[in-house]
């Protein structure tokens, strides 16, 4: 079970044709996510890296009662990278009606009325089901989510994509954004970053604990995110994702931090 994932590059409007190392695109394409394979071990997580050089649609996500096959799709965003002036639109200044959030998705004021904070690396912020959000210009990220593909656009800034008016209004949640679900991480130290209901998130500095043994039991998938980890006989760099038997599986290098992450049972 211990190995590294495979990954794949998915052409984005909106990606770059830049990318930042180990990752590159393709010439004369745009890449803005770089998803990682989801091993049948932890079928109900997906974890991919963002990166911006235009902002994504106002879009929103249902929770698993409103979502086909019954999983929805909660998220968190770990900052990376940003520009000076990259933002994150997340939840609503104030509280709206639908009526009014549909007139504003149609005319485009909709982005106004978001809350849109300014992103900076070591950045958190988790997006529940329901929340209205958008991803700025700008911006490298890594997104862990429950592993579902329904996107409602409800703004995409004149691009000739589908919008989902109807299907997006039923779920969105008019409401500012909980500021307890947002947090800047310290430079250093481990840090627990999601516990349940969906899945649980850990920000480790070296050698797991023996309390972060103890919650992740069974498969983990765990990201460098600074310096390298031993998994299986191989070698994860940042840019690479895999998934252990367990945390124990995972030896860590001087100075290295990484993710663990795990759907809650």
């Known amino acids: 079970?211990?190995?590294?994932?495979?990954?794949?590059?998915?052409?984005?409007?909106?990606?770059?044709?830049?990318?930042?190392?180990?990752?590159a695109a393709p010439a004369g394409t745009r890449i803005g996510e770089i998803w990682f394979e989801t091993p049948a071990e932890i079928e109900a997580?997906?974890?991919?890296y963002i990166f911006?050089?235009?902002?994504?649609?106002?879009?929103?996500?249902?929770?698993?009662?409103d979502a086909a096959g019954g999983r929805g799709k909660e998220e968190c965003w770990l900052v990376t990278s940003a520009r000076p002036g990259a933002r994150l639109g997340i939840g609503f200044l104030e509280t709206i009606g639908a009526e009014a959030m549909r007139a504003a998705a149609l005319d485009g004021?909709?982005?106004?009325?978001?809350?849109w904070h300014p992103a900076a690396p070591g950045d958190f912020f988790y997006i529940p089901a329901?929340?209205?959000?958008?991803?700025?210009?700008?911006?490298?990220?890594?997104?862990?989510?429950?592993?579902?593909?329904?996107?409602?656009?409800?703004?995409d800034y004149g691009r000739p994509r589908e919008l989902h008016l109807d299907a997006g209004m039923a779920v969105a949640k008019g409401q500012p954004h909980?500021?307890?679900l947002r947090r800047h991480l310290p430079a250093t130290g481990s840090v627990t970053l999601v516990e349940g209901p969906h899945f649980r998130l850990d920000r480790i500095a070296g050698a797991p604990d023996a309390a972060a043994l103890s919650r992740y039991a069974g498969p983990v998938l765990v990201l460098p995110l600074g310096g390298e980890l031993g998994v299986g006989g191989q070698i994860a760099r940042p840019g690479d994702c895999a998934v252990v038997s367990g945390l124990a599986e995972?030896?860590?290098?001087?100075?290295?931090?990484?993710?663990?992450?795990?759907?809650?049972?």
């Open 250 to 265: 995972v030896s860590a290098a001087a100075g290295a931090h990484w993710l663990a992450a795990q759907p809650c049972a």
């Open 52 to 65: 911006t050089s235009e902002a994504l649609s106002v879009q929103v996500h249902p929770a698993d009662a």
């Open 130 to 155: 329901g929340t209205v959000h958008a991803i700025g210009a700008g911006i490298g990220l890594i997104e862990v989510q429950q592993n579902c593909d329904i996107t409602y656009r409800l703004y």
């Open 109 to 115: 004021s909709i982005e106004d009325l978001l809350e």
């Open 178 to 180: 909980d500021p307890a």
């Open 1 to 23: 079970m211990n190995r590294l994932l495979a990954s794949r590059a998915v052409e984005r409007p909106w990606g770059r044709e830049h990318l930042p190392a180990p990752f």
């Open 45 to 48: 997580l997906l974890v991919k």
